[in-house]
C-alpha cells in the first residue's frame, strides 16, 4: 500500500478572483474531493494537507476589524485548521464515504528564522494599491504578507501516524500551527508556514511514497505567463535546481513547491506529482501533470 | 482505571466581568489546567469537554464587522474548537508534561427541534440594552442568544475511543458541531448545543464512571443569589428533579448541568460532581463541590 501526501493550495478552495463566500468554497471543496475519487481505493493510504492564505487573512482583517479581544495570528492558524478541515470532512463524508480525522497539528519553527524579519507569505484578499505596510504585487494586485518561516519538526506527527492507519488524516492544515521551544516550553509565534514546506516535512517524516501538489494549474511550466511558455512533464532534481536558479518559478506558488519537492527527494522520497485538481487521475497514470523524481 | 469526562465551562476560559484577550484566557486556562494536575496519574482516563460561548459570540462580531465573507455560526463552532483546543492542549503539555489531542467532533442534532424556534443559548459579550432582536437579560447585563439544539448522536465517537487510550482527547469543544442529516448527507445548522448536555451524552456513549462540571461556583446551591441561599453537598435524582421543578437553578448555567446530571446517571452513569477549579481536588475526595448519585 503506498502513502500518499496529498497537498491541497489553499487558493483552489478560495480563489483569487472570487470572494470566497461559504457556497463557493464548498463548490471547490466538493469538485476538489469528487476529483480525488480516485485517491481512495485499496492502493493508497491517503494523508491530506492544505493551505490557508486566503481564509487567514480573511479572518486577520475580520479580528481588526471589531472592538473585541483580537486572537493573534497563531491562533487564527489553528481556526482555518478547523475551518477548512471540517469542509473537507463533510465533503470526504458525504460525497465518498470516507471517515476522516481533523488533526490539529503544531509545527515548531526556530525563532530566529529570518523569515520574521523579513515576510513574504501573501495571505487574505487582492488590493488595488498598498493598504498595509507589509504587502507584495502579485499579478492580481498587492497582497499582505506575513512571516512564513521554514517548518522544523511537526509537534503532533506520532498522532497522526497513530490515526493514519484507521482514518484518512487532515493534517498540517495552513502549513501547521507556528510554535517555537523557549525555555522547554511550546509557545505560539505569529507566522503561516508554508503548507507546500509543511506538507514535504509531514511526507519526508510519514516516509510517504509520494507528495502531490494540487494546485491551480494543470502542471509545470517554463517561462510561465510568457510567450515562450512550455509545458514540463517530467524533470529530475538537478533540473529542477537548474530551472530554479534561473527563476522561472513564481515567489509564494510554484518556487516552495519545486523546492519542497527537491528536499522530498534529498530526503528519500521518491516521486512528486504537481498537477491541478481536474487532471489528478490522468497525473496518477503519467499521462498529465508533473512529475519529479 | 476510571474513565472522566471534565467539562469546563466557557465562562471559566473568558470570565463575564472581563474582555476576554488572549492573555487573560491564557492565565484563565494555566490555573484550570493547574488545579485539574490531580486528574493525570494512573487512576483515570480523562476527556475533557469546554464550552465556548463568549469566544463563539466574539467571533461572530467579528465575523459581521467587516466587509469579507462570512462564515456560518456552525463553522465558528468549529473553528472555537480549534482556538480553545489548542490553547488547552499546550498549558497541557507545558504544565504537566501530558500529550493531548483535539478532536474537531461534529454532533447530530434534530432539524426539528423547538430550539430553533426558540433561541436560548447566550453567548458573546454583555450589553447594557437590548441591541440584537434576539437576547436574554441575565443577572451582568443582556445577551445575544442562538438555538441550542439536544445533542442526539456524537458522529466522531469512533474516533474519540481510539485515541484515548493513548492521549488525554479534548472532544465536544464548545459543545460539538451542530449537524443534521439530509437525505443521507451530513448538513451543518447554525446553533451552539450546550456543552453540558454535549458532556453527558459522550460521558454516557463511552460508559464513563464520572462526569464532572467544573464551573465558576464552588457547588450547586438552592435559593442561588438570595438571602436563604445554602449550599448543597449531596443529592440524588429525586431531589434534583424537586429542586429543578421549584425553579432553583439558572437557565444557561446550572440547571442545564442538573438536567445533564439526572441523564447521565438515568443512561447507566454512578456519579457527577459539580465544583470550582481551585476545589477541583477536594471534591474528588468528597471535601467540596456537589455530588449527584
Not at 504587502?135 to 512564513?148: A, E, H, T
Request: aromatic share 6%.
Amino acid at each position: 500500500m503506498k502513502c500518499l501526501v496529498v497537498a491541497l493550495g489553499g487558493n483552489s478552495i478560495i480563489l483569487p478572483k472570487e470572494q470566497g463566500t461559504l457556497e463557493q468554497q464548498m463548490r471547490h471543496v466538493h469538485d476538489t474531493v469528487e476529483n480525488m475519487r480516485v485517491l481512495f481505493n485499496s492502493k493508497y493510504k491517503v494523508v491530506i494537507t492544505h493551505g490557508n492564505g486566503p481564509a487567514v487573512g480573511d479572518l486577520l482583517i475580520q479580528q481588526e476589524s471589531a472592538d473585541r479581544p483580537r486572537m493573534p495570528l497563531y491562533v487564527l492558524d489553528a481556526m482555518t485548521q478547523a475551518q477548512i478541515g471540517y469542509l473537507l470532512q463533510l465533503a470526504l463524508q458525504n460525497q465518498l464515504g470516507i471517515h476522516s480525522t481533523v488533526v490539529i497539528t503544531r509545527i515548531l519553527v526556530d525563532k530566529k528564522d529570518r523569515a520574521f524579519k523579513n515576510p513574504t507569505k501573501p495571505i487574505g484578499p487582492f488590493y488595488k494599491s498598498k493598504v498595509y505596510p507589509a504587502m507584495i504585487k502579485q499579478l492580481q494586485g498587492w497582497r499582505r504578507v506575513v512571516p512564513s518561516p521554514q517548518p522544523k519538526g511537526i509537534i503532533d506527527i506520532q498522532l497522526i501516524r497513530d490515526v493514519m492507519n484507521k482514518y484518512v488524516v487532515i493534517a498540517c492544515g495552513g502549513g501547521g500551527i507556528p510554535v517555537i521551544r523557549k525555555k522547554g516550553r511550546l509557545v505560539g509565534i505569529d507566522a503561516v508556514i508554508d503548507k507546500d514546506f509543511a506538507s514535504q516535512l509531514l511526507a519526508t517524516q510519514l516516509k510517504a511514497d509520494e507528495l502531490i501538489f494540487i494546485t491551480a494549474v494543470d502542471n509545470v511550466y517554463l517561462n510561465y505567463g510568457k510567450k515562450r511558455q512550455s509545458k514540463l512533464s517530467a524533470m529530475d532534481i538537478a533540473e529542477a535546481e537548474k530551472y530554479l536558479s534561473e527563476g522561472h518559478f513564481g515567489v509564494g506558488s510554484m518556487k516552495p513547491k519545486i523546492e519542497a519537492s527537491i528536499r522530498f527527494l534529498e530526503s528519500g522520497g521518491k516521486k512528486i506529482i504537481i498537477t491541478s485538481p481536474k487532471l489528478l487521475e490522468k497525473a496518477l497514470k503519467g499521462k498529465a501533470g508533473t512529475v519529479i523524481k
